[in-house]
């Protein structure tokens, strides 16, 4: 059977006539948005559950954002990752000798350091005797740090973990093709010259064609970017409303970094450099300058720009996860518990980016909360037509009935309270360290706002998601 989105996105003449099913408001929140949001009944009943440690984010840091290719472009990974720590270091004093592991998220790996968790705990001065270890998740790798973190903590193996990520997009592995190789490799085992001129004499100029490498699925051989597109177009979203979103993203980020809010990002003194002290990529334009973007991906029709695309990105982060009586002990105020998270899969070819859709309602029934309840959301942005389609999935009752199985939608996120500081397509979203930048907001924005829960999610390659339920620590 022709898949969902394959149909409509051939079918775009059809495509208004299928999305009447998923209306959406409008991106200034409406009045009856405004007037639900104020009758709610806020829930003040904590997510603390009996005879479960609880676990806490006593704070978290990044560096500064950076379009790939700008100050960051001489690094290595460790070094950004290296940075993260001694930011997290400084800024919570804790000793060195008490952090018991060290878990980090990273995408595209520099293969002089596969394990860059443990390069960069020994360049920050972490005891070698303090075990670390790096996952890879796609776009949720330091998700997948933080929760591996609370399930050692949560099981009693560790009181004290730093979770981070990281990705440097300015320098990526770029492999010789695959015959060049195996003559190579070949070459080296040779112990003779007959030996030698053998292999060289099968050389061929094709050879040094080299494997550059692409943000696409091997499932699929789709890039992010085409499926962003289809997405869009299957969900009826259009160029300009898309590209609203983008102006959205950026123009609150840069209220957010003029007005200080940003408070976990750290300087970072690049070597051979001058110090950076916030994000580059914050941009906010015009609706007119962005509607002469030519489409990036599906040419001539497509709708996704360079101007609503998060951009390759360099950056990392980290933050210090701690059993609560362990952070109490030694003196710290947390800044949140982290409590429920879930992870979901999809199918990679249509629903590569509805992960938050899927994660979101089985999060908020794990943890026995609704989409009222919820006082900060951040979702990871990866294309505005994703976040866009996800927020016309999540409030679509047909699509919950016959794509998730479910009696009915969980709702859209109203946007007052959606990534109001700024998100992926206008901060930036280095792939291994977004999953912390989320949390490290949510908890921020719901001290600063006086809110109990906030909602992480994200999409990932492979058409996976997650979801985590972050609650404000008392005042």
């Known amino acids: 059977m022709t898949s969902l989105l394959t149909y409509t996105f051939k079918n775009l003449r059809n495509t208004s006539k299928w999305a009447l099913r998923f209306c959406v408001r409008p991106l200034s929140s409406s009045s009856q948005v405004q007037a639900a949001a104020a009758s709610q009944t806020k829930s003040k009943k904590t997510l603390a559950k009996p005879n479960i440690r609880n676990i806490v984010v006593v704070d978290g840091v990044r560096t500064p954002f950076l379009l790939s ?98 990705e440097l997009m300015s320098d990526i592995p770029i492999r010789h093709s695959r015959k060049m190789r195996k003559m190579m490799l070949d070459l080296n085992k040779a112990k003779t010259l007959a030996q030698r001129l053998s292999v060289i004499s099968k050389f061929r100029l094709n050879f040094l064609s080299p494997e550059l490498p692409a943000v696409s699925e091997f499932s699929t051989s789709e890039t992010m970017g085409h499926s962003a597109d289809r997405l869009a177009a299957a969900f009826a979203i259009s160029r300009e409303e898309q590209d609203e979103y983008a102006l959205r993203s950026h123009s609150l980020a840069k209220r957010a970094q003029d007005e200080g809010l940003l408070s976990d990002v750290v300087p970072f003194k690049v070597p051979g450099r001058d110090t950076v002290t916030q994000d580059n990529g914050i941009r906010p334009s015009s609706l007119d300058q962005m509607a002469k973007l030519k489409p990036a991906f599906i040419k001539p029709y497509g709708t996704v720009t360079a101007a609503n695309s998060s951009f390759l990105t360099d950056g990392a982060s980290a933050v210090l996860i701690m059993a609560e009586e362990k952070a109490l002990a030694m ?83 109203p946007l007052e309270k959606f990534n109001t500081w700024g998100g992926s397509l206008s901060l930036g979203h280095p792939f291994g360290a977004t999953g912390c930048r989320l949390v490290m907001a949510a908890a921020n924005r719901l001290r600063k706002e006086g809110g109990q829960y906030g909602l992480v999610a994200a999409c990932a390659a492979g058409g996976q998601g997650h979801a985590m339920i972050v609650e404000a620590y008392p005042k």
């Open 69 to 166: 290719g700008t100050s960051y472009k001489d690094l290595m990974p460790h070094d950004l990752a290296r940075a993260a720590l001694s930011g997290l270091l400084h800024r919570t004093s804790v000793p060195k000798d008490v952090v018991d592991y060290i878990i980090f998220g990273t995408v595209i790996q520099e293969v002089k350091t596969s394990n860059v968790a443990r390069e960069a705990a020994l360049g920050a001065g972490f005891s070698d005797k303090t075990p670390a270890h790096t996952v890879t998740m796609a776009c949720i790798s330091s998700n997948q740090a933080m929760t591996t973190a609370v399930g050692l903590i949560a099981s009693g193996q560790c009181d004290v973990v730093v979770a981070g990520g990281v």
């Open 331 to 413: 003196g710290y105020k947390p800044k949140a518990y982290l409590r429920d998270f879930m992870y979901v899969s999809q199918d990679p070819k249509d629903q590569l980016l509805l992960g938050p859709t899927y994660a979101t309602p089985k999060v908020l029934e794990k943890a026995g909360l609704t989409m009222n309840d919820i006082d900060a959301f951040e979702f990871h942005e990866a294309f505005s037509g994703q976040i866009l389609a996800n927020l016309k999935a999540m409030d679509s009752d047909w699509f919950a009935q016959n794509y998730m199985g479910r009696k009915a939608k969980v709702g859209s996120p």
